[in-house]
């Protein structure tokens, strides 16, 4: 018996390739020159009418996450249409591609799968490194930005494994949205180590690798060999690690700043953002810099920015004139033992800093052995408040009453996200400090009105930060971008720390003015 070879028709490259998928958009002459007569509807619609498209069908979208999945099928199909929608709607459509729904399309990762978006790298598989990168069949001098993330710590929700690409694809969107860089010359990558998510290891539709996290030294090595692979491999790119456990991101950053092109949102990225916040509200509130007192709620595993921002305000107080022993002395952190002192024996290495004498708290009032957050705020009397900790509600009204008693115009931040996760809604915290408090979050939160009053609520999110930062290091060609104490000469993250203050600065203005700043923006680079 002969066997047939059965034929399938043939579907043009160029409508699989969202990179140069412009669907009714191409004209008759460039339909005519890709073979794609006959496969398009006859009308040629300009790239604002599938535009304008595109966004009511978006908005026919009964939910955030079906918005955010709507998105990520646009994306997948046609790149030129889905940054059109994205740059010219960026305040209403970053919250859908990033935070906070990006956290709820990484928990439905399993769910929702649909088409593989970057490079997926195996612990089990190491030696694949440099293949894989080479099925990008790119050189080394077309790649400008890698985002990688092992997903232990996504967002304020935890370990999410292979679900974690995600967040990588979010960040390389926002890169592109909002400071033109250039979506070809951009990769995610997700590092799968394993996850230590019981639930995930269960699920039968979960696409990583079904084993716990592997620790210890195939881990460092995994991650040296990912180092040394891609940068080797494309030389001239920024390495971005995004949302790395606390212990991981810190010795990473500390031990490879100096050697290689990378860069720790969570780490660093948050702590400039956050600064720029504080300088702005050290202004309005009359306090120096060098005089503020810092409770940091937040301060462990979920709260590793929480240390990574202390450095930096700490080192703000130092340049304002403050001794560096005093500056340190004007920080205290709380973590789920409550207020860390150096009589703790499970104190994490970069807690260490910033514990305190126990004598010094010796009288102070304990819950189950700990000092809990609304005692030390009480004793302290801190003028800036700061929430890493996500734990929601934490900021309660016995909390924010305390910290009010001590400062005319106190600073409160709760920045934790998703907003499941925000220690306090502003509304409460302006509410409760009679209008006192200085409010900036994480998340985009509307304005408030109270008293007669309405307060613009501030966004300390690296979203605001992290585009012009990247931007700025791959136009400089500069070598490094480290930060005081994380590698490398501080003197360059202060560089960059201007060029984000100015994007930070850049961010509140689009906010107030509209799409008309957001374009112009988006367009630059």
């Known amino acids: 018996m002969t066997e047939r070879s059965t034929r399938t028709p043939a579907i043009p490259s160029v409508l699989v390739d969202p990179l140069r998928n412009r669907g009714v958009t191409f004209t008759r002459e460039e339909r005519e020159a890709l073979d794609l007569t006959g496969r398009l509807p006859s009308g040629v619609l300009t790239l604002e009418r599938q535009g304008r498209r595109a966004y009511r069908q978006m908005q026919a979208q009964g939910s955030?996450?079906?918005?955010?999945?709507?998105?990520?099928?646009?994306?997948?199909?046609?790149?030129?249409?889905?940054?059109?929608?994205?740059?010219?709607?960026?305040?209403?459509?970053?919250?859908?591609?990033?935070?906070?729904?990006?956290?709820?399309?990484?928990?439905?990762?399993?769910?929702?799968?649909?088409?593989?978006?970057?490079?997926?790298?195996?612990?089990?598989?190491?030696?694949?490194?440099?293949?894989?990168?080479?099925?990008?069949?790119?050189?080394?001098?077309?790649?400008?930005?890698?985002?990688?993330?092992?997903?232990?710590?996504?967002?304020?929700?935890?370990?999410?494994g292979g679900g974690g690409i995600q967040i990588s694809v979010g960040k390389l969107a926002v890169h592109t949205a909002a400071a033109g860089i250039d979506p070809r010359r951009v990769v995610p990558v997700s590092l799968d180590v394993g996850t230590d998510r019981a639930a995930l290891l269960e699920a039968p539709l979960y696409p990583g690798n079904r084993h716990p996290r592997v620790r210890g030294a195939d881990y460092d090595a995994f991650i040296e060999g990912y180092l040394e692979t891609a940068s080797s491999t494309f030389p001239d790119a920024l390495l971005h690690f995004e949302d790395f456990g606390p212990s991981n991101a810190r010795r990473i950053l500390e031990h490879y700043g100096g050697r290689y092109r990378i860069f720790n949102d969570d780490m660093q990225g948050t702590g400039a953002i956050v600064l720029s916040a504080a300088l702005s509200?050290?202004?309005?509130?009359?306090?120096?810099?060098?005089?503020?007192?810092?409770?940091?709620?937040?301060?462990?595993?979920?709260?590793?920015?929480?240390?990574?921002?202390?450095?930096?305000?700490?080192?703000?107080?130092?340049?304002?004139?403050?001794?560096?022993?005093?500056?340190?002395?004007?920080?205290?952190?709380?973590?789920?033992?409550?207020?860390?002192?150096?009589?703790?024996?499970?104190?994490?290495?970069?807690?260490?800093?910033?514990?305190?004498?126990?004598?010094?708290?010796?009288?102070?009032?304990?819950?189950?052995?700990?000092?809990?957050?609304?005692?030390?705020?009480?004793?302290v009397e801190p003028t800036l408040l700061l929430g890493t900790s996500t734990v929601h509600g934490a900021f309660t009204r016995e909390v924010v009453e305390a910290t009010s008693e001590g400062s005319e115009?106190?600073?409160?931040?709760?920045?934790?996200?998703?907003t499941s996760r925000i220690e306090a809604m502003p509304a409460d915290v302006i509410a409760w400090s009679g209008g006192k408090a200085l409010v900036a979050t994480g998340v985009p939160v509307p304005p408030v009105a109270y008293e007669g009053v309405t307060y613009q609520i501030g966004q300390a999110n690296?979203?605001?930060?992290?585009?012009?930062?990247?931007?700025?290091?791959?136009?400089?060609?500069?070598?490094?971008?480290?930060?005081?104490?994380?590698g490398g000469e501080s003197v360059s993250w202060f560089r960059w720390g201007r060029l984000g203050w100015r994007s930070l600065r850049g961010g509140l203005r689009t906010q107030q003015v509209g799409r008309g700043r957001a374009r112009r923006g988006a367009c630059a680079g």
């Open 409 to 418: 115009r106190l600073i409160i931040f709760p920045i934790s996200n998703p």
């Open 64 to 160: 955030d996450l079906a918005k955010n999945v709507y998105l990520e099928q646009l994306h997948d199909r046609n790149e030129a249409l889905y940054f059109k929608l994205l740059t010219e709607h960026l305040e209403e459509l970053l919250p859908i591609v990033y935070d906070p729904t990006v956290g709820e399309a990484i928990e439905e990762y399993s769910h929702e799968y649909r088409r593989p978006r970057g490079v997926f790298l195996s612990i089990d598989r190491p030696d694949d490194m440099e293949k894989a990168f080479a099925t990008l069949q790119l050189g080394p001098e077309d790649v400008d930005l890698i985002v990688c993330t092992d997903a232990e710590e996504i967002l304020g929700i935890g370990d999410w």
């Open 281 to 379: 509200a050290v202004k309005v509130s009359g306090v120096r810099m060098r005089d503020q007192k810092l409770v940091v709620f937040g301060a462990g595993t979920a709260g590793v920015g929480g240390v990574g921002i202390a450095d930096q305000l700490r080192d703000a107080m130092v340049r304002d004139g403050a001794d560096p022993e005093q500056a340190t002395a004007r920080v205290w952190l709380i973590d789920k033992q409550g207020l860390l002192t150096r009589d703790m024996a499970d104190l994490r290495d970069f807690q260490q800093t910033y514990a305190r004498d126990p004598a010094e708290a010796a009288d102070w009032s304990r819950d189950n052995g700990t000092i809990p957050l609304r005692e030390t705020v009480r004793r």
């Open 462 to 486: 690296n979203a605001l930060l992290y585009p012009g930062l990247g931007l700025g290091t791959i136009m400089s060609g500069a070598s490094q971008v480290s930060s005081p104490g994380f």
